[in-house]
């Protein structure tokens, strides 16, 4: 008694002791797994979301691991100044989202980025 439970309307044998209980299914995932996106901070989307085909950009040199995919990637787009440049070179937009919040890239330090109108919410007038 005790050592195991039944569901009546599952089949198969009752969950043994050491396994997870029911509750512990409640709490929060530690990480994601592989096949879902990845979320990042609100400050990272409201910024990305800014961004134009012409906003200039600097990334970090070598940023990535040597012998993966994404470094080959990284090694073609990091060459680019401006992140339409970017994309044509192979980034994909989940990749410039990555690296801004790793911070292997960052807006070039004089570039300003204008909020466009009606945006976040805004009432038209």
């Given amino acids: 008694p005790g050592s195991s439970w039944h569901c009546p309307s599952r089949s198969g044998p009752p969950l043994q002791q050491g396994l997870p209980r029911r509750h512990s299914l409640r709490r929060p995932l530690r990480s994601l797994p592989s096949r879902m996106a990845p979320a990042y901070g609100e400050a990272v989307y409201r910024m990305v979301s800014r961004w134009t085909e012409t906003t200039r950009l600097e990334f970090v040199p070598n940023a990535k691991r040597p012998g993966t995919k994404s470094f080959d990637r990284y090694s073609a787009y990091s060459q680019a100044r401006y992140v339409g440049e970017a994309l044509r070179l192979g980034a994909k937009p989940e990749d410039l989202v990555h690296d801004y919040s790793k911070k292997f890239l960052r ?9 466009p109108e009606n945006i976040m919410g805004e009432e038209e007038k």
């Avoid at 070039?108 to 909020?115: M, P, T, W, Y």
Wanted: proline content about 0%; hydrophobic content about 35%.
């Fill in 107 to 115: 807006m070039h330090h004089g570039q300003r980025v204008k909020v």
